[in-house]
């Protein structure tokens, strides 16, 4: 029973735990993924003078899902709509 409060947090953290390369690496592509979609959201949205969409970006973060939208249907950037063969 007391050895549960003695546990050490560095025996969970191995191979296949949260601080193992694959997690790390997976997180780091999350991140990277995330910070372009929102700030070429956030770049856009300003250059319309769209508050509302630039406050959206700011404060919900959608791991890049919003601001995908946004581009590609609201905002219609037409360098990446013609990439898919959109009108």
């Known amino acids: 029973m007391l050895q549960f409060f003695y546990m050490n947090p560095i025996d969970y953290m191995g191979f296949g735990g949260i601080g193992s390369p694959t997690w790390s690496g997976a997180f780091l592509l999350v991140i990277a993924w995330s910070l372009f979609w929102k700030g070429f959201a956030l770049w856009h949205a300003a250059k319309r003078s769209e ?11 959608t791991v890049g899902i919003l601001e995908i939208v946004y581009l590609f249907f609201v905002a219609k950037v037409p360098e990446f709509r013609s990439k898919l063969g959109l009108k």
């Not at 508050?51 to 973060?61: C, P, Q, R, T």
Request: glycine letters at 0%; charged letters at 10%.
């Open 51 to 61: 508050k509302w969409w630039f406050i959206a970006f700011l404060v919900i973060n």
